[in-house]
């Protein structure tokens, strides 16, 4: 006798302790498959583009910042290459690799909350994310001495940085990139191999390269699945063509290959901080621009290679003080496009795994 | 017949006993968990309430009973309210057979680990239980999954101990504790290791969490409970941590027999031991996946405990029940050929349903 | 470093193959009609020298007459992109054609400009509103949207 049985909705999110932020995602389930998913967005709209319109291009700065809260200067960086497209403003020498080796410290410290969170997804009872944690401090210790704050920077401005560096800056830098490596063997060793990892992780939630780039995903979602795309090599900004580094790829595209992707970034960025500090030029660090700033009119459209993905800013000016229309191009909400693929079929617990692999941050998908 | 004689004092004084015993124990091994995975976590762990945050189970507790106390208003209320009673009830019940000295137990049954098998299984009833009554999707996951796992695990529980009691030539615990002349660990390794596995899916501890699974489906059966409801779980899932190191401390570790201190020590100082284990384990693995857990135990488990079961019954029969020092190796030999071969040849599954 | 390509040079290989559909053309970007967006879309996706695989970016600004949306695309294997434009005249119901067969990644962007703008995408598989609950009235992003107060 067969036993009769139907499918349940069930609500994951918006308050939940995995969902990186409030999202929601209203899934079918048979049993423990999930067999439909449909994201829900919007629980952290808040009109930034529209607010944007109303101020000037120096006062959207710390709305760049609360993007992608974890990240807030590569956001800082994407925003204000856009505006010095657009308005022609020339960046001093010093300035720029200053905003390298803010980004690449950005970079290391994204990754840090993204794979430890990729790990407490997948039950390490915050063992993991703790350690993470532990070497995250020092970078936020170190972006604390030179503009202040530990989550939203506000410290790029249009035509350079807002102040240089203390004296104590490169002391500390030197320390950090030289233990820095060491932590990173670290967790490699502490849970890369681990048998319960590779049985969760790997060939679950796989996007294949088509897909992926047929999605437009981007960062280290794209190079996960195979595709050899990275915006500081294709399309160098700033100064990232003087330096040595190279781009880790995976070649499946599971959850495995996306978390082993962001532990080697993790290690070119040293390799480039590292460069960055050696060849720091001295100068000034920003150049003269009117505090209301008045671009000719025209567009311009200016990314970065965030630690999430592709972030990109399209500007258009009529002339006035204000942007006329202020677009955030936001990887986060393109990455998670093909999301319901990578879920159906799979387990409740996988589904939680391959979101949490993504790593998204609601800020940047919501705005 | 002395005072101390007659049964119902006898049994008065142990009820007191055992009661004041694993409810400290229990406040003893909160306090050593937290503290314990904070140094694993390379943070401090609670030391503000009292001298080195002693207190702090006190204050946790305090803080449970004044919370007010809230019942889903679409549950079943009568299932909801006996939850925690039934699967409290039982995992109080086995600590009457665990021998804390020689002869000094509620009730030295002569099939104590048959009883221990039989009331501990009870546990799930409550559980499943509260997640039925809960009027929510995610604790009847939690419930489904918890139930599937406690009696998967429990075969090749049994099974384990079906080994012990071979070589001990009895069910009863204070028997098999004065038949450990060589504690059990070391003539029956991969029993040991099958029954602490097993032990720990049992109290749905790390690796096997999947149950209350926090990032997952937020604390699963009991995610309605609150107040002192939610202290009844909280303290089954420590009291039966505590029993298990007890029952682990009895059956493979020798009891209460040792050197020098006084046999009650020595049973203390085991029981944390193993805990000390159990929340070693909680903080470095991660968690497996349901159907992962269950492939491990009736593919991996079982197998390995018939065949420890086998070797035992054919070592009994040819060596006679007290087993001399030589089959110690060979055992452990036995039991590192077997799991490595079973790991080589163990897939866990699971993988894509076509849908 | 990714060229951009030339907009003049693309509109002119474009008046060969689909005549009548360039409206304008400059250095950094093309503008073509609405009807026939798709099939240049296509084109251009397909064309082996072409070969424009990525979508990096859909956005859409309000000039008061029309809207205006803006393509970015990208070839990854030739590292060259382009900015195609096409403009949607009538601000009670503009309708574009959707590229998501072509793209997916259009998916949920296309779903933000209708719920910011209002510009509807025919052939996409679910126009609802992304961010803002379904009763909502009006598009925030509008020029002329006004809060009620």
Known sequence: ?367 | MTLFDNYWIHFAIFVIIILTFVMGMVMGFIYIERRGLGRFQIRLGPNRVGPFGVLQPVADAIKVLIKEDIIPAKGDKWVFWLAPVVAFVPVLMIFAVVPFQSGALLADLNIGILYVVAVSSLAAVGVFMAGWSSNNKYSLIGAMRDVAQLLSYEIPLVLSIVGVVLIAGSLSMTKIVEAQSIPFILLQPLGFLIFFVGALAEINRTPFDLVEADSEIVAGFHIEYSGMKFAMFYLVEYCEALAMSAIITTLFLGGWKGPLLPPFLWFLIKVVGVFFLFFWIRSTIPRLRIDQVMAFAWKCLLPLALLNLLITAIQVLVLGEALPWVIVPVNLAIMAVLVVLWSKFFKLGGGRVAV | MTVALSGKEIAAKLQQRFPGTIVESSESSLVVKSESLLDIASFLKTSPDLDFDYLTAITAVDYYAYFEVVYQLTSLKHNHSLVVKTHCYGRDTPVLPSVVSLWRGADFQEREIYDLMGIRFDGHPNMKRIFLWAGFKGHPLRKDFSNGD
């Open chain 1, 1 to 367: 006798m067969a036993i009769k049985t139907e499918p349940f909705v069930i609500n994951i999110g918006p308050q939940h302790p995995s969902t990186h932020g409030v999202f929601r995602m209203r899934t079918t389930l048979d049993g423990e498959v999930v067999v439909d998913m449909e994201p829900v967005f919007g629980y952290l709209h808040r009109g930034i583009e529209k607010l944007a319109e109303g101020r000037t291009y120096t006062q959207n700065i710390p709305f760049t910042d609360r993007l992608d809260y974890l990240a807030s200067m590569s956001n800082n960086l994407a925003y204000v290459l856009a505006v010095e497209k657009l308005a022609g403003v020339p960046v001093p020498q010093r300035a720029e690799y200053l905003r390298v080796i803010m980004a690449e410290l950005q970079r290391i410290a994204s990754h840090l909350i993204g794979v430890g969170a990729f790990l407490n997804d997948c039950g390490a009872f915050m063992t993991p994310i703790l350690y993470m944690i532990r070497e995250r401090e020092k970078i936020l210790d170190l972006f604390e001495m030179v503009c202040g704050q530990r989550l939203t920077y506000n410290y790029m401005r249009v035509g350079g940085v807002s102040q240089d560096i203390p004296e104590e800056f490169l002391p500390a830098l030197a320390k950090f990139v030289k233990v820095m490596p060491g932590f990173i063997d670290e967790y490699d060793q502490l849970l890369a191999e681990n048998e319960i990892v590779l049985a969760r992780a790997k060939g679950v939630g796989i996007l294949p390269k088509e897909l992926a780039i047929n999605i437009s995903a981007s960062g280290p979602v794209l190079r996960a699945s195979g595709v050899q795309w990275d915006i500081r090599k294709a399309d160098p900004y700033s100064v990232y063509d003087r330096f040595e580094f190279d781009i880790p790829t995976g070649s499946v595209g599971d959850c495995y290959d996306r978390y082993r992707v962001r532990i080697q970034e993790m290690r070119q960025s040293v390799r480039i901080i590292k460069q960055a500090m050696e060849q720091l030029p001295s100068g000034e660090v920003l150049t003269e621009v009117p505090l209301r700033l008045r671009p000719p009119e025209g567009e311009a459209y200016g990314h970065i290679e965030a630690p999430k993905g592709e972030l990109g800013f399209y500007l258009v000016s009529d002339n006035s003080e204000t942007p006329y229309r202020f677009h955030i191009r936001a990887s986060c909400l393109i990455n998670l496009t093909a999301l319901c693929d990578m879920m159906i079929g799979w387990k409740v617990a996988d589904a939680i795994i391959t979101f949490g692999s993504i790593d998204i941050c609601m800020g940047e998908v919501d705005r």
